[in-house]
C-alpha cells in the first residue's frame, strides 16, 4: 500500500532564517506531488505542484520554493521566513490521471 | 477556472440528528468532485469521490453526498450524527483532464453537541 510521510511535524523558527520540509511517499512511482498551505481558520491555499522530476509548477509567486530531487521525494524551501509564512503545511500525492489526492499528516510552521 | 464555495463556515448539530453541508462549484468544464474531513492537528482524509455513474455517492463513516449538475452543488450529508464526526469539512473540485489540480472549498467547521 501507499504511504506518504511528511515532517517534521511541528516546527517554530524565526524571522529570516531559512526552511525545509521534506514529504516522501513510498508504494507508488511517478506520482504527482503537491505543497498546499492552510492558514488559520481558512482553507487550502495550492502552492506548488510536480508531474516529474524536475518539473515544479508554482501557483502563488511568494518567497517559497520547492524542489523534487527523485521521484517521490517534494522538498519546500525557503530562503528567509517571514511572519506570514506561519501556518500548517500540507504535502499531498496522487496517481496521474485524476485520482484523489492523499495527504500527508502535515507540519505546523510558527515563525516568530 | 474552477471554484469551489462552501456557504456555511460552522455548522453546530446535535449527535443524532442529521446534518448537510453544502458545496456548489463553478466549472466551465467536466469535473471530478471530493469530499474531504480534517481533525485537528492532522492532514486531510478523503471522505468520497465522484468521479462519474451514480450521482449519488457513498462514503466512509456513514456519509454520502449527490451530484447536481443542473445545480451545480455536492452536498454531503449524514443521517445521524456522532461526536466523533466533530471535524473540519472541506468541498474539492477537479478538472477530468489535467495535473490533478484540486481546488478546495474554505471549509465548514462541524461541530456534534452532545
Known amino acids: 500500500s501507499q504511504t506518504i510521510h511528511q515532517w517534521p511535524a511541528t516546527l517554530v523558527q524565526p524571522v529570516g532564517s531559512p526552511l525545509s520540509l521534506e514529504c516522501t511517499v513510498e508504494?507508488?512511482?511517478?506520482?504527482?506531488l503537491y505543497w498546499y498551505r492552510q492558514a488559520a481558520g481558512r482553507g487550502l491555499q495550492l502552492l506548488f505542484y510536480?508531474?516529474?522530476?524536475?518539473?515544479i509548477s508554482s501557483e502563488v509567486p511568494q518567497n517559497l520554493s520547492a524542489s523534487r530531487p527523485q521521484d517521490r521525494q517534494f522538498i519546500l524551501s525557503s530562503k528567509k521566513l517571514l511572519l506570514s509564512d506561519s501556518g500548517f503545511y500540507l504535502c499531498?500525492?496522487?496517481?496521474?490521471?485524476?485520482?484523489?489526492?492523499?495527504f500527508g499528516n502535515g507540519t505546523r510552521l510558527t515563525v516568530t | 477556472a474552477q471554484s469551489v464555495t462552501q456557504l456555511d463556515s460552522q455548522v453546530p448539530v446535535f449527535e443524532e440528528a442529521p446534518v448537510e453541508l453544502r458545496c456548489n462549484y463553478s466549472?466551465?468544464?467536466?469535473?471530478?468532485l471530493f469530499w474531504y474531513v480534517q481533525y485537528p492537528n492532522q492532514g486531510l482524509q478523503l471522505l468520497l469521490k465522484?468521479?462519474?455513474?451514480?450521482?449519488l455517492v457513498k462514503g466512509i463513516n456513514g456519509f454520502e453526498a449527490e451530484f447536481n449538475k443542473s445545480q451545480t452543488s455536492f452536498h454531503l450529508r449524514k443521517p445521524s450524527v456522532h461526536i466523533s464526526d466533530t471535524a473540519e469539512y472541506f468541498c474539492?473540485?477537479?478538472?477530468?483532464?489535467?495535473?490533478?489540480?484540486?481546488?478546495f472549498g474554505t471549509g465548514t467547521r462541524l461541530t456534534v453537541i452532545p
Open positions: 499531498a500525492w496522487a496517481a496521474q490521471g485524476g485520482s484523489p489526492l492523499h
Open positions: 508504494g507508488t512511482s511517478n506520482p504527482n
Open positions: 510536480s508531474v516529474g522530476i524536475g518539473q
Open positions: 466549472s466551465s468544464v467536466s469535473v471530478y
Open positions: 465522484y468521479l462519474s455513474g451514480s450521482t
Open positions: 474539492a473540485v477537479s478538472e477530468k483532464a489535467g495535473a490533478n489540480n484540486l481546488f
